[in-house]
C-alpha cells in the first residue's frame, strides 16, 4: 500500500495531494502496460496468467476507482482501489512479478560473483602450483 501510495503521487500533475480521474488513467495505462510488457514471461503467455489491459478496461477500472468524482485524495486513492478487486488483484499480480524478478536477479549476480570467486581460487591455486613446480625442479 505504501508503495502504491508513493508510485500513485508521482502522477499527480495539478495538485500534489491529490490525483485527477485522467491522472490516474495516465497512472493505470504506464502501470499496466509497461510493466506487463517487461514482465510476461513465455510460460506466463503460454497459460494466460498475465495479460495486458486494453484502454476500454483502464476506462473501466478507473470508473470503478473514481465512481462519481473526478478527483481523490492521494490518502484515499489506495483504498478505493482496493474497492475493485479485479483491479487490486491485478496490481498484486503485478508486484509479486516484480519482486520475483528483482530476487531472481540478485541470486543471478550471486551466483556470478561466487563463480568468479571459485574461478579465481583455482586459478591462484594453479599459479602457486607451477611456481612451486618450478622452484624445485631441477635448472
Known amino acids: 500500500e505504501t508503495k502504491m501510495s508513493g508510485i500513485t503521487g508521482t502522477f499527480c500533475f ?7 480521474r485522467d491522472e ?4 493505470l495505462d504506464t502501470f499496466c502496460r509497461g510493466l506487463i510488457k517487461m514482465l510476461i514471461t ?3 503467455s503460454e497459460t494466460g496468467t498475465l495479460k495486458r489491459l486494453k484502454s476500454e478496461e483502464l476506462e473501466k477500472h478507473t470508473k470503478r476507482v473514481y465512481k462519481d468524482v473526478d478527483i481523490l485524495n492521494l490518502e484515499d486513492v489506495v483504498p478505493a482501489m482496493k474497492d475493485d478487486a479485479e483491479l487490486w488483484n491485478f496490481i498484486l499480480l503485478i508486484t509479486e512479478k516484480v519482486a ?10 550471486s551466483k556470478k560473483i561466487r563463480s568468479k570467486r ?4 583455482f586459478l591462484n591455486r594453479m599459479y602457486k602450483s607451477v611456481y612451486e613446480k618450478l622452484a624445485t625442479s631441477p635448472s
Open 14 to 20: 495539478n495538485d500534489a495531494k491529490a490525483l485527477e
Open 24 to 27: 490516474f488513467f495516465f497512472f
Open 42 to 44: 513465455v510460460e506466463d
Open 100 to 109: 520475483a524478478s528483482v530476487k531472481s536477479r540478485r541470486e543471478y549476480l
Open 118 to 121: 571459485t574461478i579465481k581460487m
